[in-house]
């Protein structure tokens, strides 16, 4: 099923709130990353577990306007990053909210608007891998409209995501390709 771009997530949540990132923001992402990484104990190594994406990365985004924050009052409790894989593919690289702040719908506001931002960009489709068997997951995101890409369609930036987590002890067979069609 597809969520209705628009939707008001926060209807219920006042202090909640997604913004574009701003450098200063990008401090506190690190511990936010570390701290949802602990939820995928068992499912990923933990060489995984201890990785940070590098505040370049993050500076480059932020210039880009592909890093999404989002804050309880104005504090950083969870983000989105997009990595553009080729000039017509976002990627959703990667999506975390502090497991304090779980389970109030910050997941599924932070994954909507980067739907909405392919959309509006008059991308295609946005894509993101993931793991099959973690509920919080596979079936989340294909409760958002994602659909799982055959591995025989993948396009080659794809496959070398795949390739890629491969290399750093991701099973592929663990790991599912997904799309969002925004059109």
Known sequence: MLLPLGYPYFSLLPAYSIVVA??????ALPAIELAAARLLEGHAPESVLLETTDLAT?????????LWIALFEDVPVGFA?????ADDLPHLEEMDVLPSHGRRGLGTAL???VCE???????SMITL???????????FYARMGFVEIPSHELRP???????EEATRGLSPESRAVM?????
């Open 22 to 27: 701003q450098p200063r923001h990008l401090h």
């Open 58 to 66: 993050f500076a480059t985004a932020v210039n880009d306007g592909r």
């Open 81 to 85: 990053l997009v990595r553009m894989l």
């Open 111 to 113: 994954v909507r608007t």
């Open 117 to 123: 931002w392919a959309s509006s960009s008059r991308y």
């Open 129 to 139: 891998t993931t793991f099959r068997a973690v509920a919080f997951n596979f079936p």
């Open 157 to 163: 930036e794809l496959v070398a995501v795949v390739s």
């Open 179 to 183: 799309a969002y069609p925004c059109a």
